[in-house]
Nanobody
Framework: QAQLVESGGGLVQFGGSLRLSCAAS????????VGWFRQAPGKEREGVSC????????NYADSVKGRFTISRDNAKNTVYLQMNSLKPEDTAVYYCASIGPTVEGMCVMTPKFMDYWGKGTLVTVSS
């Protein structure tokens, strides 16, 4: 069964860091673009970052540029989101999702276009 599993969430203080992981099982992420999304209470799910299948193209929401870094290790079938300088407004459930197969350079941050979703991991940033 194809699935994505997020890990690495937790409680962190303002200015702290976390590294989220998104591991695929039951299918390979080769030729899949992957995105990270988040949903805060009472808000719509929003795109945070995305990465093309080779890792050559990345994109970030303005709210996280310069603080978050997305990367992938295709040998481990895993995508990461390094989050630094965390703020209370980053508090949300973080989801990873994939779409594929894709062409090189394709990077998607729109939830409705994604194929597979994980169940999410909670990130809480205290002030």
């Amino acid at each position: 069964q194809a699935q994505l599993v997020e890990s690495g969430g937790g409680l962190v203080q303002f200015g702290g860091s976390l590294r989220l992981s998104c591991a695929a099982s039951g299918f390979t992420l080769d030729y899949h673009a992957v995105g990270w999304f988040r949903q805060a209470p009472g808000k719509e799910r929003e795109g945070v970052s995305c990465i093309s299948y080779s890792g050559g193209t990345t994109n970030y929401a303005d709210s996280v540029k310069g603080r978050f870094t997305i990367s992938r290790d295709n040998a481990k079938n895993t995508v990461y989101l390094q989050m630094n300088s965390l703020k209370p407004e980053d508090t949300a459930v973080y989801y990873c999702a994939s779409i594929g197969p894709t062409v090189e350079g394709m990077c998607v941050m729109t939830p409705k276009f994604m194929d597979y979703w994980g169940k999410g991991t909670l990130v809480t940033v205290s002030s």
